[in-house]
């Protein structure tokens, strides 16, 4: 069986050797009830019972095959499956741990394209490498950009460490057949990033992505950006995508917002504990006080500026508002009706809700500040 590493027929050779040795049919299948490899090819095997197999259970169906489990760097990825009821645990443990070897060497190659993909991707959102030197890097990574083709990106968001989320293959079959990855994939800013053709089932995609990633952190989300038809439009999907992604669950990119982009690109500074001194005076007034000046002046922000949208939303009296705002402008030494004011509060708000919340509604349910 390691010959069947070594000649590069892989799975298929080593389940050829496995049925000759043990006398009975073999085989590998996915999680999902799917064939990697068998022997004989046409070998009819229990697929519905392999997808419910749980761990503990030693053998399904009838007549009985026995099962062993194929791990991935810690990772459930397949089964050895062997239709017989004679016990060759020593034959089929070296089975299992040949195939773990095999999975893991195609493995590293997945992972090195990977990373070639995300260095290439890292510099194209960043604005690193631009024109036709950008077209040409996406090229030999499988982004083809020229004669109209248009591409979308999507952002998976995961809470699993980076190297976690980098490591797991999405599709066996891919992996076993060397070409890899459906579509480009790489992990950028600690998310999974793919690049997948606008004329493709853009949708279909997310929600396998978000499957993927939910297998393993059921707080998983995906953002999808709008089609991209030139590098510097991509990078705009990447960042529409990112934001979307921070919604929960598949969300569609809204327009492309600046304002947004610098606040999430602002990790070089404590933006949000420079917010948070900021409008320690609101806060503090607030809470001794029993007022509503931050909560009033998300509202105030959030409508626009307007004075009377505002003072409806708020159930009070223009009036009272004004006052509010004139006391806002004593207590921080920046004043709201002001464009700098306007631009130093609509930050400082925006950097603690990390855009996923209205200004108002953040701060209503406490921001939580």
Not at 300 to 320: K, P, V
């Amino acid at each position: 069986m390691s010959q069947a590493l070594t000649d590069g027929t892989g799975l298929a050779g080593m389940v050829s050797v496995l049925r000759r040795v043990a006398s009975a049919p073999a085989a590998f299948v996915d999680l999902r009830g799917s064939l990697l490899a068998s022997a004989p090819s046409r070998t009819q095997w229990p697929l519905q019972e392999l997808r419910a197999w749980k761990p503990g259970v030693t053998s399904v169906g009838t007549p009985a095959c026995l099962v062993r489990p194929v791990m991935l760097e810690g990772d459930l990825v397949a089964l050895l499956v062997v239709r017989t009821e004679t016990d060759n645990e020593a034959i089929f443990q070296v089975a299992v741990e040949l195939a773990s070897l095999e999975l893991a060497r195609l493995q590293a190659l997945l992972l090195g394209r990977r990373e070639l993909a995300g260095q290439v991707l890292e510099d194209i959102f960043a604005g690193r490498t631009r024109g036709d030197e950008a077209l040409d890097r996406l090229a030999s990574i499988g982004v083809s950009l020229i004669a109209g083709h248009r591409h979308v990106v999507i952002v998976g968001r995961s809470s699993l460490p980076t190297a976690r989320v980098r490591s797991r293959p999405s599709n066996l079959h891919s992996l076993l057949s060397g070409g890899g990855d459906p579509y480009v994939r790489a992990t950028v800013d600690d998310d999974v990033v793919l690049v997948v053709p606008a004329s493709d089932s853009v949708d279909t995609v997310a929600k396998l992505l978000l499957q993927h990633l939910r297998e393993k952190d059921p707080s998983a989300a995906v953002g999808v950006g709008h089609p991209a038809s030139d590098p510097l439009t991509l990078s705009m999907s990447f960042h529409q995508a990112q934001e979307a992604s921070k919604a929960g669950g598949i969300s569609q990119a809204g327009p492309f917002n600046l304002g947004n982009l610098l606040v999430g690109m602002a990790s070089a500074v404590p933006l949000r504990e420079f917010a948070l001194r900021e409008l320690e005076p609101l806060t503090t007034h607030d809470r001794e006080n029993g007022g509503e000046l931050l909560h009033s002046l998300a509202v105030y922000l959030e409508t626009d500026c307007s004075i009377s949208e505002a003072a409806t939303r708020l159930f009070i009296h223009r009036n009272t508002l004004r006052y509010r705002l004139n006391l806002i402008t004593k207590l921080t030494q920046w004043s709201p009706d002001s464009f700098d004011g306007r631009m130093h509060f609509w930050v400082a708000i925006r950097s603690l809700t990390d855009g996923r919340d209205s200004l108002s509604a953040a701060v209503s349910q406490g921001a939580k500040l």
